[in-house]
């Protein structure tokens, strides 16, 4: 986690204007994607809107339908998302973006 967090805070923040339907805020929480095929990548989120989701993680994600799990102290978030672009980036890591497919969040 800590080796994705500094890829995270060594990409910085864009100076492009992005024509975005829903303001996006930055966020960074340890995730794990889980993909079709039940694999589990450890991620980082790098920013969430009401929409979908960013992340940062170790490894290719294929577009398609995952589960992104977040967990604060007290409980454990669940979202179905599907990925939509996967680009790599420095030392080995991947970003991805997805959008939520819908709008209930499992707790846990």
């Known amino acids: ?4 967090r500094a890829v995270l805070e060594s990409i910085g923040k864009s100076d492009v204007e992005h024509d975005r339907v829903a303001e996006r805020l ?3 929480v340890p995730a ?3 993909t079709h095929r039940g694999n589990i990548v450890s991620a980082m989120t790098r920013e969430i809107s009401r929409f979908g989701i960013g992340l940062l993680h170790r490894g ?3 577009p398609g339908d995952v589960t ?3 967990a604060s102290e007290t409980r454990q978030f669940e979202y179905r998302v599907r990925i939509e672009w996967c680009h790599p980036c420095d030392n080995g890591m991947f970003m991805s973006g997805g959008r939520f497919l819908n709008s209930e969040t499992v707790t846990r």
């Open 1 to 4: 986690m800590d080796e994705l």
């Open 26 to 28: 930055e966020l960074s």
């Open 32 to 34: 794990e994607v889980v």
């Open 60 to 62: 290719n994600v294929s």
């Open 68 to 70: 992104v799990r977040m």
